[in-house]
């Protein structure tokens, strides 16, 4: 069966559970006979199905229905409550309704309040520490998803409650505690052990990703940490000794796309290649976890998003012998190694990992855990090697980066932290995923008055229905994004707004998808990425009877495309005539002798012919007067023959 390293057996990974306090380690178990192999699925199927343990982890992990997803009530080290404390659970009844109707908590609080030592601050009870807070109130608060009112009750009365921010507590690695120094020696020393494994035949590796700028960004990271340990480049997989695919689980039939993959080589492994390693990694690794070990014994190491600077370490399990699960949630350590960058011109940069949020339908937050931002320090550091080394172009990476150092104390705001990264000198920065609810005019300022910051912003608005909204759990109205666009254009008339949507989300009628086309309609946004609603696993909607029919789902697709396509088209007109500043980046493969590609300020792709060809304007600043324009690209001339700086 499955076993979990005891503790001195040779593990140096520790990490915070997601149901309680304690230490949790990587599954390790030796690999079997096919005999045995069978002998042991069945016994994990029993016990993963086993009615007692399912019901014991559901009540652990899930106290509250509120909850969206398991956080764990040992994660949270604090929070600060606001609350409206009322005799009657109909006044509770009528403060949540209200609420849901726009009105402010701190009003109701001021007005309605019992409790007289916080009616003065609008029902604000500050931060608590455990123990602070009546025992009945303080379960659910820890439990709680942030700026989502719930009801509950107390000796006291009715409390209508909202946690308004958190702190949480990470258990750091063991390595976590050495110096920075201790910690590269320990690395480097570690990657010559697994050096000497791979470096007399010249292993090679390749990795398949699947997924977002995130899963991207990892890739590079784990590629970085194979060519340290010695492996080689491939990109044919069919060549490689080691085979990694880097999943996403946003999209359904995930699974069915990892198990489709790895099945042929799951069978060259059976029969010709033995000493083939299989890896998978990324969300649909975090979400099955040992579930994939068993569905496919072949495998030989499993690891969430994480562990992708760790993945030497791991490695290392395996050449013993080992297959390795590594999914528990765990504190992310600064990585000290260098990715592998598939550009040599731009660069995706984390400022942060995982993800607070508690949005029904997503399931992110379970399989890239909690908000963890990386210090304002470490990212500059980065920013600036990367320009040292001629890169020019830098995308700042996070599930929310308007939430960026909430975590920290003193607290830094995103905004803050680009006027530090402008001030590396890079020539451009740009940065995805921004939230409505914490959007902030402060970025917007940023932006105007650093000419380093492009005027580019991913937004996504998901839904144009307040009560779609609402279900969502996204903490704004159609009305708030509204305004958001409008403040970026009032102070940046020609920035590009980019959002996401979701149609045929639980419960959705035509009317209410009818009110995101016509958010679309009237914002005229850049692009808007579509997809259709799909229920993932841990997330509540996946369990709403109101699902959508397919049929439907794909009708409102095919509509919300249609509609953006017009946007999109119209937006770029305005650039027909103008003269961009546009970096070069790649080929023109429709012209590959004189044909370039590069970007505009806003981001946009734009075709044009260069003298000399790409390598002489690779990474390279053009003036280019637009010619022609189609919805997702722009083509033009070049207005002088010499690059900018040549």
């Known amino acids: 069966m499955f076993v979990v390293a005891p503790a001195g057996a040779g593990r140096r990974l520790h990490g915070a559970s997601w149901g309680g306090g304690g230490t949790a380690r990587p599954i390790l178990q030796p690999r079997q006979t096919a005999s045995a192999r069978r002998g042991r699925r069945t016994l994990c199927a029993q016990v993963a199905d086993s009615p007692a343990t399912a019901t014991s982890t559901r009540s652990a992990l899930n106290p509250n229905p509120n909850v969206a997803f398991p956080v764990g009530e040992h994660v949270v080290a604090r929070v600060r409550v606001r609350h409206v404390l009322v005799a009657t659970k109909a006044m509770a009844d009528l403060v949540l309704q209200q609420l849901r109707e726009g009105a402010a908590m701190a009003d109701l609080a001021s007005t309605l309040s ?42 006291r009365g009715y409390h209508v409650v909202r946690v308004e921010d958190a702190e949480y507590k990470l258990v750091p690695t063991v390595r976590k505690e050495r110096s920075g120094r201790q910690q590269l020696r320990a690395s480097t020393a570690r990657r010559r052990r697994h050096r000497r494994h791979v470096d007399s035949d010249g292993r090679r590796y390749n990795i398949q990703t699947l997924g977002c700028q995130m899963n991207l960004a990892d890739s590079e990271r784990m590629a970085g940490e194979l060519e340290r340990c010695g492996y080689v480049h491939t990109a044919d997989p069919h060549d490689a000794d080691l085979v990694l695919l880097n999943t996403c689980s946003i999209r359904d039939h995930a699974e069915q796309k990892v198990y489709s993959f790895l099945g042929p080589f799951a069978n060259r492994k059976a029969s010709t290649r033995p000493d083939l390693k299989l890896v998978v990694a990324g969300c649909v690794a975090q979400q099955e976890g040992a579930t994939l070990l068993r569905r496919f014994p072949a495998l030989d190491l499993v690891l969430g998003p994480q562990y992708a600077n760790r993945l030497a370490d791991l490695l290392e399990d395996v050449e013993n012998g080992n297959q390795v699960v590594a999914t528990e949630p765990i504190h992310i350590m600064e990585d000290v190694s260098r990715p592998r960058r598939e550009s040599q011109i731009c660069a995706w940069v984390n400022i942060s990992y995982g993800c607070n949020e508690r949005c029904t339908y997503c399931v992110v937050p379970y399989t890239r855990g909690l908000e963890q931002s990386r210090s304002v320090e470490a990212i500059c550091r980065e920013v600036a090697q990367l320009k040292a080394h001629g890169y020019r172009d830098v995308t700042l990476l996070g599930q929310n980066i308007d939430a960026y150092g909430r975590d920290m104390r003193p607290r830094v705001t995103f905004a803050q932290l680009l006027y530090q990264v402008a001030g590396t000198g890079i020539d451009r920065i740009r940065a995805i995923t921004a939230h409505p609810r914490y959007w902030s005019p402060r970025v917007i300022q940023a932006t105007a008055e650093l000419p380093n910051v492009m005027p580019y912003f991913h937004i996504p608005f998901q839904a144009g229905d307040d009560d779609v909204l609402q279900a969502m759990k996204r903490g704004y109205t159609a009305d708030r994004y509204r305004r958001i666009v409008d403040m970026i254009r009032e102070r940046l008339p020609d920035a590009a707004v980019t959002a996401d949507a979701i149609v045929g989300f639980p419960g959705e009628t035509e009317a209410q998808f009818q009110r995101t086309l016509q958010l679309m309609r009237d914002l005229q946004l850049d692009n808007v990425n579509t997809a259709a609603y799909s229920p993932r696993p841990h997330t509540p909607a996946a369990t709403w009877a109101e699902q959508v029919p397919d049929e439907v789902k794909v009708d409102r697709l095919q509509r919300i495309n249609e509609v953006n396509m017009e946007c999109v088209a119209a937006r770029s007109r305005r650039y027909l005539g103008r003269v961009e500043e546009v970096l070069v980046e790649d080929v023109n493969p429709r012209a590959p002798e004189l044909g370039v590609c590069g970007r505009t300020r806003t981001n946009k792709k734009v075709f044009f012919d260069a003298p000399g060809g790409v390598e002489r304007w690779r990474g390279r600043m053009a003036n280019v007067r637009i010619t022609d324009t189609r919805a997702f690209s722009l083509t033009g001339v070049l207005v002088d023959g010499y690059p900018q700086g040549y």
């Open 114 to 155: 019992l409790d007289e030592a916080s009616r003065a601050a609008g029902g604000d009870l500050g931060w608590r520490d455990r123990g602070q807070l009546d025992p009945e109130l303080e379960l659910q608060c820890f439990n709680a998803a942030p700026n989502v009112a719930f009801q509950t009750q107390t000796y």
